[in-house]
């Protein structure tokens, strides 16, 4: 009876990271997922090509998720299978098997795109930004070394869950609603993330001032800070989001900012938070 040892899995989790390296919009990652299940497929079927073959054809099937921190659980869950089937669990087919794929993308990718690029990818980036600007080169070194781990550390563990808990522990969760509270408490936590670097990078104020006789006012502090602070990154941020949803190009959005940003800063109506 073949046995899957941890150095397979291994190598099977590490090549699932080549989902894209063969991306195309026919089958989007199914030759990165085929090639990560070579080693697997090997290991069950040894000295018989045809079978090998024969087993590696259903992962050629259309395939598109989060390839890289949630969406390792359905390779993980699949090479379970693979191992169950191997050792004559007949009513696990090729259907089954691709069934529950399938089944599993669009919850999967739900999660794991609002994970890493919802709140992980933006905190990141944010606090490497924040720290390149302020001529510290550690900046984008700590961005890529602690994105790196968390994508290690979260994959392989979500890779080992899926294999050790198999289908049953997935459909379980999916059938308690657990997969969509998930989803709203990530979308949520990036909302949030999002609003917070909305406030803290579009870094503009309005420098005018009103002088009437013996009252001077300050438009930024005494009136738009009074009302909402980070009321004109928040404004322009959504008229940005507004020329994106009515499809304008985005290369012409960033002239018109050049453009708009240049003209308001000479003629003193913006100018950057100091």
Aim: positive net charge; charged residues 15%.
């Amino acid at each position: 009876m073949p046995k899957l040892t941890k150095k397979d899995l291994i190598k099977n989790w590490a090549l699932i990271y080549s989902n894209e390296a063969a991306y195309n919009y026919e089958r989007l990652q199914a030759l990165g997922q085929t090639n990560a299940m070579v080693p697997i497929i090997r290991k069950l079927y040894p000295n018989n090509t045809e079978r090998q073959a024969k087993e590696l054809k259903k992962y050629l099937i259309f395939y598109n998720t989060e390839p890289s921190f949630v969406g390792t659980v359905i390779p993980g869950i699949a090479t379970a299978m693979e191992e169950q089937r191997a050792n004559g669990a007949e009513e696990i087919t090729d259907e089954t098997i691709n069934s529950l794929r399938t089944g599993l993308m669009g919850p999967i990718a739900g999660i794991g795109d609002t994970l890493s690029q919802g709140i992980i990818y933006p905190i990141l980036a944010g606090i490497g930004c924040s720290l390149a600007i302020s001529g510290n080169y550690l900046g984008p070194i700590l961005f890529e070394v602690i994105y790196k781990a968390l994508l290690v550390f979260i994959g392989w563990n979500m890779y080992k869950l899926g294999y050790q808990k198999g289908k049953s522990f997935i459909l379980q969760i999916m059938r308690q609603g657990t997969i969509n509270k998930l989803t709203d408490v990530f979308g949520v936590v990036g909302l949030m993330v999002v609003g917070c670097m909305t406030a803290s990078r579009v870094a503009i104020r309005v420098p005018l001032k009103l002088n009437i006789g013996n009252v001077h006012m300050n438009i930024q502090s005494q009136v738009l800070d009074a009302l909402m602070p980070g009321l004109v990154p928040l404004g322009i941020t959504l008229f940005v989001y507004w020329l994106v949803r009515k499809k304008i190009n985005v290369n012409w959005i960033i002239v018109f900012i050049f453009i708009v940003g240049i003209m308001c800063s000479y003629l003193n109506i913006f100018g950057i938070v100091k």
